[in-house]
């Protein structure tokens, strides 16, 4: 294959895929970006994403524990933030707007759902359950579930997992102590009986 073909095939590729181009929509779009909501939306949201993911980069090289519990505490709020924003975006990616080709309309769906899939797919310190992502064109937005966790039963989680290690630590000591109350009493028995025999051999020998 010549250097021609090549190159030739290349730029039928990219024009190919280029829709998919994130950064070539916003551009693309900057005459109608005060009337384009879903674009508005989507930008702040990927913004908010960029620093969750920095936020939860940090916490998983962070070895400071409470550091790192309060990493992920921000990354969950962040997170939980972010899907209530979701339905809107999905919302807003159907509507046609106004300067905005046909084929660009047409990959908003995709992106908001892969943005949906980016969300929860940032470790934030708590495993959840994987969640089913359903398109806007098959359910309303009512039918789409965005998070089965609510903080409440993050914070619920967090108390358990809290109170069992305190529990866990509270049984070692008292186990501790139990051993130690043994061998106390062990040692006051011997000692009692070195008195006896002491006291024998005295009446024995005067």
Excluded at 1 to 8: A, K, Q, R, V
Excluded at 112 to 134: C, F, P, W
Excluded at 153 to 165: G, L, P, V
Excluded at 169 to 196: A, F, Y
């Amino acid at each position: 294959m010549s250097t021609i073909d090549l190159l030739t095939r290349v730029s039928m590729l990219c024009k190919k895929y280029e829709k998919y181009d994130t950064e070539k929509l916003r551009l693309s779009s900057e005459g109608v970006a005060s009337h384009d909501h879903f674009l508005k939306l989507y930008t702040s949201l990927e913004q908010d994403l960029a620093d969750a993911l920095e936020k939860s980069s940090d916490a998983e090289m962070e070895k400071n524990r409470a550091v790192v519990a309060t990493l992920n505490a921000e990354v969950r709020r962040a997170k939980a933030a972010m899907r209530k924003e979701i339905p809107k975006l999905i919302r807003l990616a159907t509507k046609k707007v106004k300067g905005v080709s046909a084929d660009d309309l047409a990959t908003r769906p995709d992106l908001a759902l892969g943005l949906q899939a980016k969300i929860e797919a940032i470790t934030d310190g708590v495993s959840v359950g994987h969640r089913n992502i359903s398109s806007p064109k098959k359910s309303t937005p009512l039918e789409i579930k965005i998070d089965s966790v609510s903080p409440d039963d993050i914070k619920w989680t967090e108390q358990k997992e809290h109170s069992e290690e305190s529990r866990n630590l509270q049984q070692d000591v008292e186990l501790r102590q139990h051993k130690q109350d043994q061998n106390l009493e062990t040692i006051s028995e011997g000692l009692t009986t070195l008195k006896n025999m002491a006291e024998d051999i005295g009446e024995v020998c005067p």
